[in-house]
C-alpha cells in the first residue's frame, strides 16, 4: 500500500509516494503522462532527453528493419518491374518510331531521286526533240530557200524574155518609124537593114 | 505583466506508453513503416503499362527522385543497386519527422534520440562494411593515408581522417537530424505555448489581441516544419549515399 505526502512550499505541491510497508520511497522517474491531459508536475524530472530510451530504440529498429527488408525484396523490385517494362515499351515505341522515321526517309531519298532521273530523262527526251525540230526547220527552211531560188530564177527568165520580146517589138517599131519619117523626108525608103542596125546601136547605146 | 511558464523540457517529448514499452514515439515508427508499406504496395498493385497517376505516381516519384537526385549525383550509375535501401531511409525518416506538425501526434519520432542514433549506426555499419567489402584492407589505407597528401603531413592528417571518417560521421548525422527536428518542435511549442497564454490573459486584457502575433509564427513555423522534414530526410539519405560511394569508389 502506498501514501501519497504532499509537501507545500509556496505555490509548489510536491507529492511523493511511500510505500506503508516498507517506508521506502517510489521513484517516479518511469512515471509518463500526457502533457496536455496531467499535471505535469506528478511526474519527476525523468531520463535525459538525449539519452536513447530502449523502447524506441527497439521498435523504431524493428520497424525500420522489416521496411526496408519488405522494400528490398518485394516493395521496390514490384514497382521497379512496373516501371521498366512501361519504360522499356515507350523505348521500343520510340525505336519503332525511329526505324518508321528512317525507313520514310529512305523512301523520300527514293523517291527524290527517282524524280531526278525522270527529270533528266524528261530534258534529254525535250533535247533531242528539239534538236529534231532544228533539223526539220533548217532542211524546211533550205528547202524552201531553194524553191524560192527556183522561183526567182524562173521570175527573171520569164522576165528577160518579156523584156526581150518587147525591146524586139519596140525596136521594130522603131525602125519602121525610121524608115517612114526617112521615107517622108527623103522620098526615099532606106535600107532596112541598116535602119535595123542603127536602131539597135541607138538603143544600146540608150540602156547603158 | 504576463508570466509564460516554459514546461520542462521532458514534459514536451516524454510521453505516456499507450501500453508498456510502447509510447507514441514507436507508434510514430511503427505508423511509418506501415504508411511506407502501404503507399509502396498500392502503387506496385497499379497497372504499369498505362501513364502512371495518383499513388503509383507519388511512389514513381520519390524512386526517380532517390535515383536522379542523389543516386546519380553521388555514386552514380554503379550505386543504382543501392536504391531500396536509400529509399527506405528516405521515407521512413520522412514519415517520422512529419507527425511534428500532425494535430494529435504534433510530434517528429526523429526528435528523440533513438531514432536518428539507430539510423546513424546502421549507415555507420553499411558504409564501412561497404568499404571492407569493395576495397578490402585497403579501405583502412584508403582512408586514413589519402593518396597525394606529403608523407610528413600524415602525422596530421591520418589522426583526422580517422576521427572524421570513423567516429564523427555517425555522430553528426544523428546531432543533425535529432537537433533540427527537436528544435523545430521546441520553436513550435513556444509559438504556441505564448500565443495561448496571450490570449488567456484575463488580467490585462489589451494583450489578448497581441496573441494573433505568435499565433501567425505558429502557423509560418508550422509550414516551415513542412520544408524542414523533407529537408532532412533529404540530408540524412544524401550523406548516406555519400558516405558509400566514398568507400566503395576510393577515387571518390
Same mark, same amino acid.
Given at each position: 500500500?502506498?501514501?501519497?505526502?504532499?509537501?507545500?512550499?509556496?505555490?509548489?505541491?510536491?507529492?511523493?509516494?511511500?510505500?506503508?510497508?516498507?517506508?521506502?520511497?517510489?521513484?517516479?522517474?518511469?512515471?509518463?503522462?500526457?502533457?496536455?491531459?496531467?499535471?505535469?508536475?506528478?511526474?519527476?524530472?525523468?531520463?535525459?532527453?538525449?539519452?536513447?530510451?530502449?523502447?524506441?530504440?527497439?521498435?523504431?529498429?524493428?520497424?525500420?528493419?522489416?521496411?526496408?527488408?519488405?522494400?528490398?525484396?518485394?516493395?521496390?523490385?514490384?514497382?521497379?518491374?512496373?516501371?521498366?517494362?512501361?519504360?522499356?515499351?515507350?523505348?521500343?515505341?520510340?525505336?519503332?518510331?525511329?526505324?518508321?522515321?528512317?525507313?520514310?526517309?529512305?523512301?523520300?531519298?527514293?523517291?527524290? @531521286? #527517282?524524280?531526278? =532521273? +525522270?527529270? %533528266?530523262?524528261? *530534258?534529254?527526251?525535250?533535247? &533531242? $526533240?528539239? /534538236?529534231?525540230?532544228?533539223?526539220?526547220?533548217? @532542211? #524546211?527552211?533550205? =528547202? +524552201?530557200? %531553194?524553191?524560192? *531560188?527556183?522561183?526567182?530564177? &524562173? $521570175?527573171? /527568165?520569164?522576165?528577160?524574155?518579156?523584156?526581150? @520580146?518587147?525591146?524586139?517589138?519596140?525596136?521594130?517599131?522603131?525602125?519602121?518609124?525610121?524608115?517612114? $519619117?526617112?521615107?517622108?523626108?527623103?522620098?526615099?525608103?532606106?535600107?532596112?537593114?541598116?535602119?535595123?542596125?542603127?536602131?539597135?546601136?541607138?538603143?544600146?547605146?540608150?540602156?547603158? | 505583466m504576463i508570466a509564460l511558464e516554459f514546461p520542462p523540457i521532458n514534459e514536451i517529448l516524454r510521453w505516456k506508453d499507450l501500453f508498456p514499452t510502447f509510447n507514441k514515439i514507436a507508434l510514430i515508427?511503427?505508423?511509418?513503416?506501415?504508411?511506407?508499406?502501404?503507399?509502396?504496395?498500392?502503387?506496385?498493385?497499379?497497372?504499369?503499362?498505362?501513364?502512371?497517376?495518383?499513388?503509383?505516381?507519388?511512389?514513381?516519384?520519390?524512386?526517380?527522385?532517390?535515383?536522379?537526385?542523389?543516386?546519380?549525383?553521388?555514386?552514380?550509375?554503379?550505386?543504382?543497386?543501392?536504391?531500396?535501401?536509400?529509399?527506405?531511409?528516405?521515407?521512413?525518416?520522412?514519415?517520422?519527422?512529419?507527425?511534428?506538425?500532425?494535430?494529435?501526434?504534433?510530434?517528429?519520432?526523429?526528435?528523440?534520440?533513438?531514432?536518428?542514433?539507430?539510423?546513424?549506426?546502421?549507415?555507420?555499419?553499411?558504409?564501412?562494411?561497404?568499404?571492407?567489402?569493395?576495397?578490402?584492407?585497403?579501405?583502412?589505407?584508403?582512408?586514413?593515408?589519402?593518396?597525394?597528401?606529403?608523407?610528413?603531413?600524415?602525422?596530421?592528417?591520418?589522426?583526422?581522417?580517422?576521427?572524421?571518417?570513423?567516429?564523427?560521421?555517425?555522430?553528426?548525422?544523428?546531432?543533425?537530424?535529432?537537433?533540427?527536428?527537436?528544435?523545430?518542435?521546441?520553436?513550435?511549442?513556444?509559438?504556441?505555448?505564448?500565443?495561448?497564454?496571450?490570449?488567456?490573459?484575463?488580467?490585462?486584457?489589451?494583450?489578448?489581441?497581441?496573441?494573433?502575433?505568435?499565433?501567425?509564427?505558429?502557423?509560418?513555423?508550422?509550414?516551415?516544419?513542412?520544408?524542414?522534414?523533407?529537408?532532412?530526410?533529404?540530408?540524412?539519405?544524401?550523406?548516406?549515399?555519400?558516405?558509400?560511394?566514398?568507400?566503395?569508389?576510393?577515387?571518390?
Open positions: 500500500m502506498l501514501t501519497a505526502v504532499v509537501i507545500r512550499s509556496g505555490e509548489v505541491l510536491q507529492v511523493r509516494l511511500v510505500s506503508a510497508e516498507e517506508g521506502k520511497e517510489v521513484d517516479l522517474t518511469e512515471c509518463s503522462f500526457e502533457p496536455e491531459a496531467s499535471n505535469p508536475t506528478e511526474c519527476g524530472p525523468g531520463p535525459s532527453p538525449i539519452i536513447p530510451e530502449m523502447k524506441e530504440l527497439a521498435w523504431g529498429a524493428g520497424s525500420f528493419i522489416v521496411f526496408a527488408l519488405l522494400m528490398r525484396f518485394f516493395l521496390f523490385p514490384r514497382l521497379k518491374k512496373g516501371m521498366d517494362s512501361r519504360y522499356n515499351s515507350i523505348r521500343e515505341g520510340h525505336e519503332n518510331a525511329e526505324a518508321t522515321r528512317t525507313s520514310a526517309r529512305s523512301e523520300v531519298a527514293q523517291y527524290d @531521286a #527517282a524524280v531526278v =532521273a +525522270a527529270k %533528266a530523262e524528261a *530534258a534529254k527526251v525535250v533535247d &533531242a $526533240a528539239r /534538236a529534231t525540230l532544228e533539223t526539220e526547220r533548217q @532542211a #524546211a527552211i533550205t =528547202a +524552201a530557200n %531553194a524553191r524560192i *531560188a527556183a522561183q526567182r530564177e &524562173a $521570175a527573171m /527568165a520569164a522576165a528577160d524574155a518579156a523584156r526581150a @520580146a518587147g525591146r524586139s517589138q519596140v525596136e521594130s517599131a522603131v525602125v519602121d518609124v525610121v524608115s517612114s $519619117a526617112v521615107e517622108i523626108a527623103t522620098g526615099k525608103r532606106p535600107d532596112g537593114s541598116a535602119v535595123s542596125r542603127a536602131v539597135a546601136d541607138a538603143m544600146s547605146a540608150g540602156v547603158r | 515508427a511503427v505508423a511509418a513503416a506501415l504508411i511506407g508499406t502501404v503507399v509502396f504496395l498500392l502503387a506496385g498493385r497499379k497497372d504499369a503499362k498505362v501513364a502512371p497517376k495518383g499513388v503509383r505516381n507519388f511512389a514513381e516519384s520519390i524512386v526517380e527522385f532517390i535515383e536522379n537526385g542523389i543516386i546519380m549525383q553521388t555514386m552514380g550509375r554503379d550505386g543504382l543497386g543501392w536504391t531500396p535501401f536509400l529509399l527506405s531511409l528516405f521515407s521512413f525518416i520522412y514519415l517520422c519527422n512529419v507527425p511534428g506538425i500532425i494535430p494529435f501526434l504534433q510530434m517528429p519520432a526523429t526528435a528523440r534520440m533513438a531514432l536518428p542514433l539507430f539510423l546513424s549506426l546502421l549507415v555507420w555499419v553499411v558504409f564501412i562494411v561497404t568499404g571492407f567489402k569493395h576495397q578490402g584492407l585497403a579501405y583502412i589505407k584508403n582512408s586514413l593515408f589519402p593518396p597525394g597528401v606529403p608523407k610528413a603531413l600524415y602525422l596530421l592528417v591520418t589522426p583526422i581522417e580517422f576521427i572524421s571518417t570513423f567516429l564523427v560521421r555517425p555522430f553528426s548525422l544523428t546531432v543533425r537530424l535529432f537537433a533540427n527536428m527537436l528544435a523545430g518542435h521546441i520553436l513550435l511549442v513556444t509559438f504556441a505555448l505564448l500565443s495561448e497564454a496571450l490570449f488567456q490573459a484575463e488580467g490585462n486584457p489589451a494583450l489578448i489581441p497581441v496573441g494573433v502575433l505568435p499565433l501567425f509564427m505558429l502557423i509560418f513555423l508550422t509550414g516551415f516544419e513542412v520544408l524542414v522534414a523533407f529537408l532532412q530526410a533529404y540530408i540524412f539519405t544524401i550523406l548516406t549515399a555519400v558516405y558509400i560511394g566514398g568507400a566503395a569508389h576510393p577515387e571518390h
